[in-house]
């Protein structure tokens, strides 16, 4: 078990830029799951996978934002035209799906700062 | 719905004293509870979780949480605090549909 891995650990950008960031989830877990945390808040949830199915979006990912997870391996987050409410911790995780009670795990996070 | 509420963002107590991390949920359905903590610039880790039997669950660490279901709770506790606990705690709520809901966290210092 090598753990959630999730790169850049660190992303500082220019508003209006686009920023992709990568997932590579513990490896037998069919699901994945998108965060964004930001300064005092618990994570909020974005978008999860079953395999490479996209299964749920929230509200809070607008038209800018994109996730996918070919072959239901690693995923990508991509932020187009960057504003800079969209600074925050963005956070991976994933679960082996065995049901409600599979926890999360989480990798360290990418922290993403539009300046 | 689903949703945890943890009350006091922080906590303050002294090298060796109790600690107590407060968190209600609410849920219409059986719940699967979770308590995670998080230290600076790092993901969450697992602490312990409830899902079904035994309403007191044992985590690492030290810590424990008792479901309460009368009392819609499952409170964080740890009976004497260690320099190294000092983190982000969240309490978090899994629902149908597969998301997990986490509260807003609580600070917890420890004072040497």
């Known amino acids: 078990d090598t753990g959630v891995s999730q790169n850049p650990r660190h992303k500082i950008t220019k508003r209006g830029q686009n920023v992709t960031f990568r997932c590579d989830p513990i490896?037998?877990?069919?699901?994945l799951y998108w965060y964004r945390q930001t300064l005092g808040q618990g994570p909020e949830f974005l978008t999860y996978f079953q395999n490479e199915a996209q299964l749920e979006k929230s509200r809070l990912l607008s038209d800018r934002f994109s996730a996918e997870r070919p072959k239901g391996s690693f995923s990508t987050l991509e932020i187009q035209r960057t504003e800079q409410g969209d600074s925050a911790m963005y956070l991976c995780?994933?679960?082996?799906?065995?049901?409600?009670?599979?926890?999360?795990?989480f990798g360290n996070g990418t922290r993403l700062t539009v300046t | 719905a689903q949703s945890v509420t943890q009350l006091g963002s922080h906590v303050s107590v002294s090298e060796g004293a109790l600690v107590l991390l407060r968190c209600n949920y609410s849920s219409s359905v059986p719940p699967y509870l979770f308590w995670y903590v998080q230290y600076p610039n790092q993901g969450l880790q697992l602490l312990l979780k409830?899902?079904?039997?035994?309403?007191l669950v044992k985590g690492i660490n030290g810590f424990e949480a008792e479901f309460k279901k009368s009392e819609t709770s499952f409170h964080l506790t740890k009976p004497s605090a260690h320099m190294s606990d000092a983190a982000e705690y969240f309490c978090a709520v899994s629902a149908p549909g597969n998301q997990f809901y986490f509260g807003t966290g609580t600070s917890l210092t420890v004072i040497p």
């Open positions: 409830y899902t079904t039997g035994a309403t």
């Open positions: 995780a994933s679960s082996s799906g065995q049901g409600l009670n599979s926890p999360l795990h």
């Open positions: 490896s037998e877990h069919n699901r």
